[in-house]
């Protein structure tokens, strides 16, 4: 038997792609890796980079119009949309180097332009060239879904791929998913100064997240003016040009219509597995999903999948901790290791959502035993000193204290999790971060704050009784 012209091939040059292929060949593997459009994936093009530089132009626009909340000026400011977007070009021009094909080609990697397929279990054809390999890893990620309702092959829309290419005033839009990518943009084009509708079939934004952690947010959002129809139904879509009227069935059964001049659809997410020749790869799907082992192998143990089109959670940090799976399994041998269960994520609305773990509803639905301690970020000093009190800290954790999930809403959520995601993926308890000295005054402090509350829980009355009894204080009995 020939011996592979590859240790790896990786189909996919994006967040998970371009991981693989850079750890593989520092690792000293000969790694191709093929890729249909351009090094970068949908973060750096598409998702999170442009809707974060988007988003931060957009906070300090809200910010100077409600300078008197810091006892500054109020300063009235009309943002020019296509100056910030082509800022948010500059930044993805100034991280795309990065990612480049001559980055690739300089670490050994031999980049292959071009969308190709598998001709067999252990070949793909790209460009005319067959490329075998010991391990193959498909990470070529998803699209937005497009829902198929009347209109809609009519109707001008925008989705994340071209959302950022917009040069033109956005006066109303109309955005279709309350989820993370639609609420993030809803709030960025609000506070860029277009008025915004959001519509989702969901009775609350955010529907992965806690409804009390969710509604922090929808209170911010509906505050700055952006109008929500929850638990509607998109019925149909009409207009052409500027003039874009999306129909709703709310959920009394009414209908009205909604116009704008631009329409977002920002309703899920589609895996990119088409035109592969997954057939001929011996890969299994089911329902449009790649089916895989929970060490992300297909029913083709030479072939992995990873990022979002893997089907789970689909963030970039994922996709990157995938590829680290990938790389344990084809370099080292590591066949038994299998993607961590911990995985955090945070929407970047102002305030922020983050969570780790188990939530508070899905430990109800579950009927695991457990416990739920929060604090409030109007309790933190340093919140008060930045203006942001808005938001909560909330830790689920089993009955003796081991943590099961965190979630943090309010500023810096995002970074403020990465606490909690440590502890919950080293096994920690409450304790555990009540007993970690927090800088202050950070935000962080709610951290700590929020874990203390388990240590108060246990002192009842009766246990201050018994402490003044052994060691002899004078306090008011309780
Ligand atoms: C608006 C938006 C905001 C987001 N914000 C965040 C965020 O803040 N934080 C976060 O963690 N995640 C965020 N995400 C999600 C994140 O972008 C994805 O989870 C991540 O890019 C997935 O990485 P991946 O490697 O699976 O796919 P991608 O990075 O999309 O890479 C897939 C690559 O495969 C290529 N490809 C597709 N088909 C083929 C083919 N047949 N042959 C060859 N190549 C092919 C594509 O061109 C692409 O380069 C956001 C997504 C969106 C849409």
Known sequence: ???????????????????????????????????????????????????????????????????????????????????????VAGVIRSIEPNDSPERFRGLGVDVILGAGRFVAPDTFEVNGRRLTATTFVIATGSRPAVPHLPGIDDVPYLTNETVFDLREPVPSLIVVGA??????????????????????????????????????????????????????????????????????????????????????????????????????AGVRVEGARLVLDGRLRTINRRIYAIGDVAGGYQFTHLAEHHAGIVLRHAIFRMKWTKPSPVVPWCTYTDPELARVGLSETEARGSGVAHRIYRFAFDEIDRARADGATAGFAKLVTDPKGKLLGAAIVGAHAGELIAEYALALSKGMRAGDISGAIHAY??????NRRVADQRLKEGLTPRARTWIQRIFGLRGTRA
């Open 1 to 87: 038997m020939t011996r592979p012209e590859f240790d790896i091939v990786v189909i996919g040059g994006g967040a998970g792609g371009l991981v693989v292929a850079a750890g593989g060949a520092a690792l000293g593997a000969k790694v191709a890796l093929v890729e249909k459009n351009r090094l970068g994936g949908d973060c750096l093009w598409y998702g999170c980079v442009p809707s974060k530089t988007l988003l931060r132009s957009a906070r300090l626009a809200y910010e100077m119009r409600n300078a008197d909340r810091w006892s500054l000026p109020p300063t009235p400011v009309e943002p020019d949309l296509a100056r910030v977007m082509e800022r």
């Open 179 to 280: 989820g993370p990518i639609g609420s993030e943009l809803a709030q960025a084009f609000r506070r860029l100064g277009s008025e915004v509708s959001v519509v989702d079939i969901a009775p609350q934004i955010l529907p992965r997240e806690d409804p009390d952690a969710a509604a922090v947010v929808m209170q911010q959002l509906r505050s700055e003016g952006v109008r929500h129809h929850l638990g509607a139904t998109v019925v149909g879509f009409a207009g052409r040009g500027n003039d874009v009227r999306v129909t709703v069935r709310a959920a009394d059964e009414s209908v009205s219509v909604l116009a704008g001049t631009h329409l977002l659809l920002a309703a899920g997410r589609t895996a990119n597995i088409e035109g592969l020749g997954l057939d001929a």
């Open 441 to 446: 005054p950070t935000l962080a402090q709610i």
